[in-house]
């Protein structure tokens, strides 16, 4: 698998080149698929404008708007109501799923009750998340970050990545993000953590892993 886990997006030129080296050709020759499902469950962020900010690449956050030869819509809430011969093919096929924020227990909810996650590992896209996500891959995300609660009430997600992550370090507009909570957060969790700022993404290939950075972030080990 190849993973780019952000937490605001491709937002500098050092996270925008790791992107560039993970795909197989240019990035207005690629065919990209966008996934909104995360904002619906979080109360800030969707449904309404901002999902489709996202969508049309207005958000502030580079994603959709990278110059993407073409970019198209994939609802995981839907999925589970089509015949999966109608989209299974189109992930298949292909270069990059951009993966919006939001909820990341939504998110792992309505990936695994599509099916997506079962095709995952065996995809060629790269994946790009931001924010939850790119949190999705871990085995967890911690209690501070539970929002909507799932059906069995645990925190746990997709587990593709053995590490967690912490986004939006010292953001100035979540002032809880601090670094001494990001600390607390760690000691709770179960194996490395990362807290990383929206300068920093993870870049996962196979299961190597590689900071990218032009801002701050910490690595946790117990």
Known sequence: MKLLLTSGGVINKSIHNALVDMLDKPIDEC????????????????????????????????????????????????????????????????????????????????????????????????????????????????????????PDGEDKTLGFVDFAMFPHLDHEMLPDNTMENAERWAAGMNGPAYAVDDETAIKVIDGEVEVISEGNWKLFTH
């Open 31 to 150: 065919n990209a698929l966008c996934i909104p499902t995360a904002m619906y469950g979080h109360p800030w962020v969707g449904p309404g404008k901002k999902v489709w900010d996202f969508i049309s690449g207005k958000e502030q956050n580079p994603m959709v708007n990278l110059g993407w030869k073409s970019v198209g819509v994939l609802e995981l809430t839907a999925l589970p109501s089509i015949d999966k011969d109608r989209w299974v093919p189109l992930v298949q096929e292909t270069d990059v799923l951009l993966v919006s924020g939001g909820d990341a227990l939504y998110l792992n909810y309505w990936m695994r009750q599509c099916g997506l996650a079962d095709l995952l590992p065996s995809l060629s896209a790269v994946y790009v998340g931001m924010s939850a996500g790119s949190m999705v891959m871990a085995p967890s995300i911690g209690e501070i970050f539970v929002g909507w609660s799932p």
